[in-house]
């Protein structure tokens, strides 16, 4: 609800009573069970609760609302499109994969993209200075990232992380602690609680938020989980395919 991509298929829904709902052209929430409004439609867009609250965008504001229905912070944004931004908070160019983390709150943070294009003395023209995107709690904090990482997705309280000199990945939690080193050519966002991560030659296992492995780094290929399966494959025994069993 508000990307696109085939798992986990819980992402995106809310995890409480308080769902979003469209009326008169514009978003609004209500409760599933009793149907009543809480939060009127006003928003341009809105997303559904998650960890007891949701982020709401109206014209170029960008809001994060609590299960009442208040707005504990607020903050203007740019459209992607924008020419000329200075350090401002700007929506992500997709909706994919890609853009996992955004719009939705999970341990209490939320991604958000921040960019700066500065404008040369051509008006057609532009220098993009930074485009990265940051984790900020419900109150606007920033959370720390390590020095010399870039984000690049974040997920059931796991940050994937890319290291800036050698490119390699790795996966922090939101507890500030590495449970995948960031030594790995191929780390996947976190999907319904796990990694795929691969080396250099190309084996790729499975690992859990706590850095377990669950499927050893033997195989040729190996998706994300969807739909509680697994597929992998190695040229010794060809594919097999892996059902997620619960504890």
């Given at each position: 609800l508000g990307l696109q991509f085939d798992?986990?298929?819980?992402?995106?829904?809310?995890?409480?009573?308080?769902v979003r709902f469209y009326?008169?052209?514009r978003w609004?929430?209500?409760?599933?069970?009793?149907?009543?409004?809480?939060?009127?439609?006003?928003?341009?867009?809105?997303?559904?609760?998650?960890?007891?609250?949701?982020?709401?965008?109206?014209?170029?504001?960008?809001?994060?609302?609590?299960e009442q229905g208040n707005i504990v912070y607020q903050m203007s944004y740019a459209e992607p499109e924008q020419f000329q931004t200075f350090e401002n908070i700007t929506l992500p160019d997709t909706n994919g994969i890609e853009s996992?983390?955004?719009?939705?709150?999970?341990?209490?943070?939320?991604?958000?993209?921040?960019?700066?294009?500065l404008v040369t003395y051509k008006a057609y023209y532009y220098i993009k200075e930074s485009d990265s995107s940051y984790l900020f709690d419900v109150k606007g904090n920033q959370f720390p990232l390590p020095t010399g990482y870039t984000l690049e997705a974040y997920s059931d309280g796991v940050l994937l992380l890319k290291n800036n000199d050698t490119g390699l990945l790795g996966c922090m939690n939101y507890k500030?602690?590495?449970?995948?080193q960031p030594q790995y050519s191929h780390v996947t966002p976190s999907l319904s609680g796990m990694i795929v991560v691969g080396n250099e030659n190309g084996k790729?296992?499975?690992?859990?938020?706590s850095g377990n492995w669950i499927l050893p780094q033997v195989f040729d290929y190996l998706s994300e989980p969807s739909q509680g399966m697994i597929a992998a494959f190695d040229k010794?025994?060809?594919?097999?395919?892996f059902r997620m069993m619960s504890k």
């Open positions: 798992a986990p298929l819980d992402f995106g829904e809310s995890d409480c009573d308080l009326n008169y052209g609004g929430y209500k409760n599933a069970k009793t149907g009543a409004t809480v939060i009127f439609p006003r928003f341009t867009e809105a997303y559904n609760f998650h960890d007891g609250y949701a982020v709401a965008l109206d014209g170029y504001m960008m809001y994060f609302l609590n996992l983390g955004f719009y939705y709150f999970s341990h209490g943070l939320t991604r958000i993209r921040i960019r700066q294009n500030n602690e590495w449970i995948v790729k296992g499975l690992m859990d938020t010794s025994v060809g594919w097999q395919v």
